[in-house]
């Protein structure tokens, strides 16, 4: 005989019903995650590729002015957002043409604090994906075992050991031991996709981030002009395209 979902669920017992019930709510939580992650992590990547190049020719030009207007423009740009108010105190230690050791310091102190930020914001939400994955299972499991509990009460209340007296109870245990496992196995992978993606762009804020104090080391000691530290950039630029979605 085959049977809907709606009939299946109809035929469960309270307690299966509510296992379910869960499962349905904790599955809502893992799609809204998801879709909340794919569409920022979209959007960071189409701003960073507007941001990357007209940055990297900012930067060419030592116009550090142009390039602070720049990272205020792309606030949703994941490496315009690593260089938030570092131009600033460039544009304050470059008057006199030179920087020290500290202020060089400084600049790499501000970089890093900015991506901690950003990748804080880019794991927000992991904690439920992780949390689903890992207990989806084991909340199936309660109904598995709570319907073999009411299959075995069916066989007592039945008299009898016939396969009729414990179908219900092994049906409520088979289908929320699915649900449980449909429900788990999405957020894992959801889950592992994301750290993966929010790690490559993490790699991809430190190299941006190292190219750019190796220039302020060179104009620092005096081994190489402005505009050749522009061009290292403009190198970093072209090196450092986002991952799709």
Do not use: C
């Not at 600049?107 to 904690?127: C, H, K, P, W, Y």
């Amino acid at each position: 005989m085959n049977l809907s979902l709606m009939e299946l669920y109809q035929s469960m017992g309270w307690f299966a019903k509510s296992i379910v019930i869960i499962l349905l709510f904790m599955s809502l939580m893992v799609m809204t995650v998801a879709i909340k992650k794919l569409l920022l992590l979209r959007r960071s990547r189409k701003a960073t590729i507007k941001f990357s190049g007209v940055f990297a020719e900012a930067l060419q030009a030592v116009d550090f002015k142009r390039a602070a207007g720049l990272v205020q423009e792309h606030p949703k740009s994941h490496l315009a957002t690593a260089f938030k108010r570092v131009f600033d105190l460039v544009s304050h230690h470059a008057r006199d043409h030179k920087f020290t050791a500290a202020e060089v310091a400084s600049v790499q102190r501000l970089i890093d604090l900015n991506t901690i930020e950003q990748l804080a914001t880019f794991r927000s939400g992991f904690g439920i994906l992780a949390t689903v994955g890992a207990t989806a299972p084991f909340v199936g499991l309660l109904g598995t075992t709570m319907g073999v509990v009411n299959a075995f009460q069916g066989m007592s209340a039945a008299g009898t050991g016939g396969l009729s007296a414990i179908t219900a109870g092994i049906a409520e245990a088979l289908i929320t031991t699915a649900f449980g496992l449909f429900v788990a196995i999405p957020a894992v992978w959801l889950f592992n996709y994301f750290v993966n993606r929010v790690d490559y762009i993490g790699m991809e804020i430190n190299y941006a981030a190292k190219e750019f104090i190796d220039f302020l080391l060179r104009y620092e000691e005096g081994m190489g002009s402005l505009s050749e530290g522009g061009a290292v950039l403009e190198m970093e630029g072209t090196h450092t395209s986002p991952v799709g979605v």
